[in-house]
């Protein structure tokens, strides 16, 4: 029941966070960070990271860094209190996490290719959705270089993703050439709250 009642209390502080003042903050922190070992996922806001493999014709591994990566918190606490059992199971979005502004890259195993992409948002979830990502790819073996759109959609859970990618040529040239159809599996997440700890020492000057 403590559990609880302390998982309460940080809602509290979170709903009136511009009233908390230094002592109470001490205790938000300390609190969470105790919580954390009882099934508290607290919210994250900072950089993402993913490493992937694209299968087509040619397979292919790389990165992605995103500028912002932004995970909602999440909370399974369950405690006991004179034989009663107390549950919080609370999801506040149905989307794991999202990120935003991802550039990636990624080199052929068996080619001399090396694909650059730039992706304004995707969406991490048990449906995988990333709808405006625009790569450039260079193949050094033929000196061929084309921009391309490929969307992509697939399933996932928590940071791993499978998903399907339909390649659109932005190049007139490359239209008759290009491969259409690539598999990509993913694991990605964010690997920091940088920006909400710049948010909270802007809260707190």
């Keep these: 029941m403590h559990n609880i009642m302390r998982y309460e209390f940080l809602h509290l502080l979170k709903v ?6 230094q002592k109470l903050i001490s205790i938000y922190n300390n609190d969470k960070n105790e919580l954390k070992k009882y099934g508290l996922h607290p919210e994250l806001t900072g ?17 992605e860094f995103s500028l912002f990566s932004i995970k909602r918190e999440r ?10 059992i107390f549950k919080i199971i609370e999801n506040n979005s149905s989307l794991d996490f ?15 290719i090396n694909d650059f992409s730039f992706s304004l948002i995707d969406f991490h979830s ?10 450039f790819q260079i193949n050094e073996g033929s000196n061929e270089k084309y921009f391309h759109y490929m969307p992509e959609i697939g399933i996932g859970i928590g940071p791993v993703s499978i998903s399907y990618s339909y390649n659109i040529p932005l190049s007139k040239k490359a239209i008759s050439t290009v491969e259409k159809h690539f ?18 020492k802007r809260q707190n000057n």
């Design 75 to 84: 909370a399974f606490l369950k405690t006991t209190c004179n034989g009663e």
């Design 98 to 112: 999202t990120d935003l502004f991802t550039i990636g890259y990624s080199r052929g195993l068996n080619s001399k």
């Design 126 to 135: 048990l449906i995988y959705f990333a709808p405006a990502k625009i790569c």
């Design 47 to 63: 950089f993402g990271f993913g490493v992937f493999l694209t299968k087509s014709n040619n397979v292919l591994i790389g990165s």
């Design 183 to 200: 598999l990509y599996l993913r694991i990605s997440y964010p690997i920091n709250d940088y920006w909400q700890k710049m948010y909270d």
């Design 16 to 21: 009136n966070e511009n009233l908390i003042d």
